[in-house]
């Protein structure tokens, strides 16, 4: 299991194999969308709180491998400035199943969105930097 913060651009899966029984691997990328709030933008840009943030992210990587029976899970988000069409988010999950694999991201994916203090800002096409209020 790994997760992390980054401020460089996230690519693919970068996951450590998990082994011969693995029968499923999905790769989530939440890219940055061109409107935010209905407003148009040219990037979002994320703060954190370091060790709150790593530490609650690592907890719900945990539970959600105890919870899911899956083999691994990688999360990589970005903070800083983050490009319209950019990768902001990359969380890669192993299993031995689909089934066990799309339900494990769904509900890691939800648990980081509504636990992890991580803020968004939009960068209006202007330069205006306005705070978001979807997660």
Same mark, same amino acid.
């Given at each position: 299991?790994?997760?992390?913060?980054?401020?460089? #651009?996230? *690519?693919?899966?970068?996951?450590? !194999?998990?082994?011969?029984?693995?029968?499923?691997? %999905?790769? *989530? +990328? $939440?890219?940055?969308?061109?409107?935010?709030?209905? =407003? #148009?933008?040219?990037? +979002?840009? !994320? &703060? !954190? !709180? #370091? &060790?709150?943030?790593?530490?609650? %992210? /690592?907890?719900?990587?945990?539970? /959600?491998?105890?919870?899911?029976?899956?083999?691994? %899970?990688?999360?990589?988000?970005?903070?800083?400035?983050?490009?319209? $069409?950019?990768?902001?988010?990359? =969380?890669?999950? %192993?299993?031995?199943?689909?089934?066990?694999? +799309? @339900?494990?991201?769904?509900? *890691?994916?939800? @648990? +980081?969105?509504?636990?992890?203090?991580?803020?968004?800002?939009?960068?209006?096409?202007?330069?205006?930097? *306005? #705070?978001?209020?979807?997660?």
């Amino acid at each position: 299991m790994k997760v992390t913060f980054s401020d460089k #651009p996230i *690519f693919g899966s970068e996951a450590e !194999y998990a082994g011969k029984d693995t029968g499923a691997e %999905l790769i *989530f +990328l $939440g890219r940055v969308r061109d409107i935010e709030n209905g =407003i #148009p933008i040219v990037a +979002l840009e !994320y &703060e !954190y !709180y #370091p &060790e709150m943030a790593e530490k609650k %992210l /690592t907890e719900i990587a945990h539970e /959600t491998m105890e919870k899911f029976d899956i083999q691994n %899970l990688e999360c990589t988000h970005r903070i800083g400035p983050v490009a319209t $069409g950019e990768v902001s988010v990359r =969380i890669v999950i %192993l299993s031995r199943n689909r089934k066990s694999a +799309l @339900r494990a991201m769904q509900w *890691f994916i939800d @648990r +980081l969105k509504s636990e992890v203090p991580v803020w968004k800002w939009g960068i209006a096409q202007d330069g205006k930097r *306005f #705070p978001s209020d979807t997660k």
